[in-house]
Antibody
Framework: QVTLRESGPALVKPTQTLTLTCTFS??????????VSWIRQPPGKALEWLAR???????YYSTSLKTRVSISKDTSKNQVVLTVTNMDPVDTATYFC????????????WGPGTLVTVSS | SFELTQPPSVSVSPGQTARITCSAD??????TYWYQQKPGQAPVLVIY???ERPSGIPIRFSGSSSGTTVTLTISGVQAEDEADYYC????????????FGGGTKLTVL
């Protein structure tokens, strides 16, 4: 059974760096073709893809956020970490992590999401 | 940059057929995927690779593709299908960026 769960602070101040952890089970990021992506959704708005990390440690970033976002993995802990620097109130959103299998292409399993509010 | 355009809303009566379109601003070699999202929940994949239905998704959900437009069709809409629907594809220009449409609110009257 594949599960993912996001964790991290619910509230951050403007200019701070946000660090979120995605802890997953039911698959391994050591397995060829496995990837984990981060997606966010501001309240009442659409989904926005942020970043992806692959089993071979290749990394891909949203062109609009690539200067502020970083993704990494710890395969021994089954975790993927997202950092977003210089947080702003417009970054207030629910942040999701999701699995992607290269052969299928879709984001087939999602975590429940975690709401991050940026406010002083 | 590559963009996907969806109608903001679609309304149908129970038992009718709902069609939600997703138009790309350029012809992409990449497949399109559809997600259903109910309030307060994570998205759920309902169609992958333009036309394929994951196991557990009702047969009334189907997908089709023509040119730069893909369509999610829900036949015999039920009240439980009321949700936001998002299409997703990828920029095939080499950036590997994943792109979501703006979402369509399906209302079951």
């Amino acid at each position: 059974q594949v599960t993912l769960r996001e964790s991290g602070p619910a509230l951050v101040k403007p200019t701070q760096t946000l660090t979120l952890t995605c802890t997953f089970s039911g698959f391994s990021l050591n397995t060829s073709g496995m990837c984990v992506s981060w997606i966010r959704q501001p309240p009442g708005k659409a989904l926005e893809w942020l970043a992806r990390i692959d089993w071979d440690d290749d990394k891909y970033y949203s062109t609009s956020l690539k200067t502020r976002v970083s993704i990494s993995k710890d395969t021994s802990k089954n975790q993927v970490v997202l950092t977003v620097t210089n947080m702003d109130p417009v970054d207030t959103a629910t942040y999701f992590c999701a699995r992607r299998v290269i052969a299928i292409g879709s984001l087939d399993y999602w975590g429940p999401g975690t709401l991050v509010t940026v406010s002083s | 940059s590559f963009e996907l355009t969806q109608p903001p809303s679609v309304s149908v009566s129970p038992g009718q057929t709902a069609r939600i379109t997703c138009s790309a601003d350029a012809l992409s070699k990449e497949f399109t995927y559809w997600y259903q999202q109910k309030p307060g929940q994570a998205p759920v994949l309902v169609i992958y690779k333009d036309t394929e239905r994951p196991s557990g998704i009702p047969i009334r959900f189907s997908g089709s593709s023509s040119g730069t437009t893909v369509t999610l069709t829900i036949s015999g809409v039920q009240a439980e299908d009321e949700a936001d629907y998002y299409c997703q594809s990828a920029d095939s220009s080499g950036s590997f960026s994943v792109v979501f449409g703006g979402g369509t609110k399906l209302t079951v009257l």
